[in-house]
């Protein structure tokens, strides 16, 4: 079964750290650009940020340039999102994909380029 799997969620208290995992089962995420995204309750799912193939391409959402970094292990078939100086605006279920392209085709995230979603992993932040 080919799925993509988010781990690292958690709660946190404002200007703390998580770093999220989203790790591919069944594929191997090397060919793709994956995309980070998030929905906080009440609100669309919106972009995060994304990586090419090539770690090099990389956006970020304007909201959390500065605080996060996304990074990929393509031995490990995996995606890292290192968040620092966490916000309670931050809270947010978190969701990862894989893209339709191997590049990172828009300045942030748009989910109509992303074909395979995880289930998400929740973010807390508050104290």
């Known amino acids: 079964q080919l799925q993509l799997v988010e781990s690292g969620g958690g709660l946190v208290q404002p200007g703390g750290s998580l770093r999220l995992s989203c790790a591919a089962s069944?594929?191997?995420?090397?060919?793709?650009?994956i995309g980070w995204f998030r929905q906080a309750p009440g609100k669309e799912r919106e972009g995060v940020s994304c990586?090419?193939?090539?770690?090099?391409?990389?956006n970020y959402a304007d909201s959390v340039k500065g605080r996060f970094t996304i990074s990929r292990d393509n031995a490990k078939s995996t995606v890292f999102l290192q968040m620092n100086s966490l916000k309670p605006e931050d809270t947010a279920v978190y969701y990862c994909a894989t893209a339709r392209w191997a590049a990172c085709i828009d300045s942030v995230p748009d989910e109509v380029n992303y074909d395979r979603w995880g289930q998400g992993t929740q973010v807390t932040v508050s104290s």
């Open positions: 990586i090419g193939r090539s770690s090099r391409n990389t």
């Open positions: 069944g594929f191997t995420l090397d060919y793709y650009a």
